[in-house]
């Protein structure tokens, strides 16, 4: 299956940050009416502007950069004459997402990870400027006609990758109810296809519990089995799950048939996050059955809890069944609540 180039472009970009160059000094001499034989008086170059990442909440992914290969800061001034020195350069901020890693492409190290707004990284520094020649004027050398040439910034290739921060993420097989359980409970409003993959690039949705307490729940693309490997979308958004604190992993009821049995859909993402990741797959755990609007449900129910070994939420987003039990276990999980009869 091709890759989509606008998902690509949300949480993934390769990208070369090139700091500007230093200024030349200057070779000049002082020429004044009553001063026949001035001195040197050739100044510095100005130096090169530095490539600063910044993290901000008011953007959400990489569109601005999409198709620029190579970001770069403005080269610092020439010096001039009369021991002016040349302009040094503005640095050059780059604002993305909040939750960007940020990665060298050639290594491999994660250089910073920009997790909360206004966290910045001086990526590269720009170059020096050069020393004009009013910088080289000695006793037994007092005409120098030298001057020293700016150097080159630094580059570097990035890997940039945006890791969503949230409390909760939602996992499971496409088509298990996920968007629809989000916009439910949250102001979040999903864009969904009409085909398999029925969420389009991960979201986040805000639950406000009270006016001191909130959860952020990640939707996040239906996976398949062989996801960890590449297979269909969500080996692009795994990545997004690995900050959450808790899961919440959501199967579907489904009497027709059209999808796998709750066992074996449970089975089949836990599979997926165990190949992916050992440490994502050890993350606390609220199991879901959606759908229980439908009939039959509590033979689903009963099948899913012996496969998960675990007290399953039964939900439904059209009635509102289990929405008030569902967000009191996500709270209690994440520390919010430690009253045993408080339902939000």
Not at 77 to 102: F, K, M, W, Y
Not at 282 to 303: M, Q, T, W, Y
Request: with cysteine.
């Amino acid at each position: 299956m091709p890759r989509d180039r606008s998902l690509a472009a949300y949480d993934e970009l390769e990208l070369t940050v090139q700091a500007g160059r230093g200024g030349d000094g200057a070779i000049a001499f002082l020429r004044e009416k009553y001063i026949p034989k001035g001195g040197p008086s050739g100044g510095d170059g100005g130096d090169g502007g530095d490539v600063i990442l910044v993290a901000s909440e008011d953007v959400h992914g990489f569109y601005d950069l999409r198709g620029r290969r190579v970001v770069r800061a403005k080269n610092g001034a020439q010096g001039g004459n009369n021991c002016r020195h040349g302009r040094s350069a503005d640095d050059l901020t780059i604002v993305v997402p909040v939750g960007t890693e940020v990665r060298d492409a050639e290594t491999d190290i994660v250089l910073k990870d920009l997790t909360a707004p206004e966290a910045s990284v001086r990526i590269v520094k720009g170059g020096g400027g050069g020393r004009g020649n009013a910088r080289f004027a000695r006793a037994t050398r007092q005409t120098p006609r030298r001057a020293e040439e700016g150097r080159p910034g630094e580059s570097r290739a990035l890997r940039l990758t945006l890791k969503l921060i949230a409390d909760a993420g939602l996992v499971g097989l496409p088509n298990a109810g996920k968007s629809t359980l989000l916009a439910r409970f949250s102001r979040s409003r999903t864009r969904a296809a009409a085909h398999r993959f029925t969420t389009l690039t991960p979201h986040l949705g805000v639950v406000d519990l009270s006016p001191s307490a909130r959860i952020t729940f990640a939707d996040l693309p239906g996976l398949i089995e062989g996801a960890h490997a590449g297979k269909g979308l969500g080996d692009r958004f795994l990545k997004h799950v690995e900050r959450t604190q808790v899961l919440v992993h959501i199967v579907a009821h489904d009497p027709t048939g059209g999808s796998p049995p709750p066992e074996e859909a449970y089975a089949t993402i836990r599979e997926e996050l165990r190949l992916y990741s050992p440490e994502l797959a050890d993350k606390p755990e609220i199991v879901v059955l959606s759908k229980c609007d439908l009939a039959g449900f509590e033979d689903s129910l009963n099948s899913l809890a012996q496969a998960s070994d675990s007290k399953v939420v039964p939900l439904s987003a059209v009635s509102g069944l289990g929405l008030d039990v569902l967000l009191t276990r996500v709270a209690r999980s994440l520390g919010l609540s430690e009253d045993p009869d408080e339902v939000w």
